[in-house]
């Protein structure tokens, strides 16, 4: 299994920005789909947006389309997200995930690999 690490979350205000970045260490791991989930306090861990191996599929949850955007560079076996126009009920913990095939997955057992993740919060 691949190893995940994210980073570049922080505190932020309503409105703002900021990117996340997944590293890979299993070179693998660049043919593999890849999502972002989120877990805030007292909720259960959910889907944010999932990449296919190529890159060329994408899924976003309802809550974050046309704000968040997921890409991916292969070469530098790299996930990010990019979040803009942030709310404060985006306000959670950020985990990269990878599952073991190259077609894109939306549920949470669908991926095998998993961060330790990376906390964003947002203040209004």
């Known amino acids: 299994q691949a190893q995940l690490l994210e980073s570049g979350g922080g505190l932020v205000q309503a409105g703002d920005s900021l990117r996340l970045s997944c590293a890979a260490s299993d070179r693998t791991a660049s043919s593999y789909a890849m999502g972002w989930f989120r877990q805030a306090p007292g909720k259960e861990r959910e889907l944010v947006a999932t990449i296919s191996g190529s890159g060329a599929g994408v899924y976003y949850a309802d809550s974050v389309k046309g704000r968040f955007t997921i890409s991916r560079d292969n070469a530098k076996n790299a996930v990010y997200l990019q979040l803009n126009s942030l709310k404060p009920e985006d306000t959670a913990v950020y985990y990269c995930?990878?599952?073991?095939?190259?077609?894109?997955?939306?549920?949470?057992?669908?991926?095998?690999?998993w961060g330790r993740g990376t906390q964003v919060t947002v203040s209004s």
């Open positions: 995930a990878a599952r073991s095939s190259s077609l894109i997955g939306i549920r949470r057992v669908d991926f095998s690999s």
